[in-house]
């Protein structure tokens, strides 16, 4: 759902599920997106990166998917572990831009039972 | 460790006050971004360096805040006469490459 303020998404699940956590953008022009991990006081941490030619990139137990038709974007994690609890984000690059100017969604609190 | 660090961790200041933080990224990066993140929600951009150059400042970079990096190396942001509402984490992050950003672990900013 929506979040407004401190009241993030959140997802629970049980130690080894796989959980999903979505993302919608905003702007079709984006060109690359990118997933971090963010635990409480730190800062947030790259897990994975896709670009606008692609729909699908897997890494180590994480996948991204692209929906550049309905300007979605997932992330999947496979056997959930208590460590993967955090607030994960997603980012669009605006391109065209020059730079890579990162624009961050609300963000999705994923709490991981043992 | 090669990350980006940043300094100080915390920061707590009396309203009115100037402040200063510090950034040095990954050494052979380039590219250099400042970010203020509020509880709840994604970090926001405010400034990005291409070495020395400050090439993008944000709208939210009122005339309070200041960048620099003047060697191209370490960066510094400041904020004069900081109010409430400054109160936030602030982020560093470095780049080698167009894409893919490295975070600061953030200096976190109360103002009372």
Redesign the interface.
């Known amino acids: 759902g929506e979040?407004v303020?401190?009241?993030?998404p959140t997802l629970s699940v049980q130690e080894g599920d796989n959980s999903i956590i979505n993302c919608a953008y905003s702007n079709s022009a984006s060109d690359?997106f990118?997933w971090?991990k963010q635990e409480s006081?730190?800062?947030?941490?790259?897990i994975i990166?896709i670009r606008s030619n692609m729909d699908k990139r897997q890494g180590q137990r994480v996948t991204v998917l692209l929906n550049k038709t309905v300007k979605h974007l997932s992330l999947q994690i496979a056997a959930t572990q208590p460590g993967d609890s955090a607030v994960y984000?997603c980012?669009e690059?605006r391109a065209n831009?020059?730079?890579?100017?990162?624009?961050?969604?609300?963000?999705t609190r994923l709490l991981v039972s043992p | 460790d090669t990350g980006v660090s940043q300094d100080p961790r915390h920061k707590i200041t009396k309203r009115g006050q100037n402040v200063t933080f510090r950034c040095d990224p990954i050494s052979e990066h380039n590219r250099l971004y400042w970010y203020r993140q509020t509880l709840g929600q994604g970090p926001e951009f405010l400034t990005y360096f291409q070495n020395e150059a400050q090439l993008e400042k944000s709208r939210l970079l009122s005339d309070r805040f200041s960048a620099e990096r003047p060697k191209g190396s370490f960066s510094t942001l400041e904020i004069q006469r900081t109010e409430q509402g400054d109160s936030a984490m602030y982020l560093c992050a470095s780049s080698g490459h167009l894409y893919e950003q490295y975070f600061g672990p953030g200096t976190r900013l109360t103002v009372t």
């Open positions: 979040s303020g401190l009241h993030l690359y990118i971090y006081g730190k800062g947030p941490q790259f990166d984000f980012a690059n831009t020059g730079f890579q100017k990162l624009v961050f969604g609300t963000g």
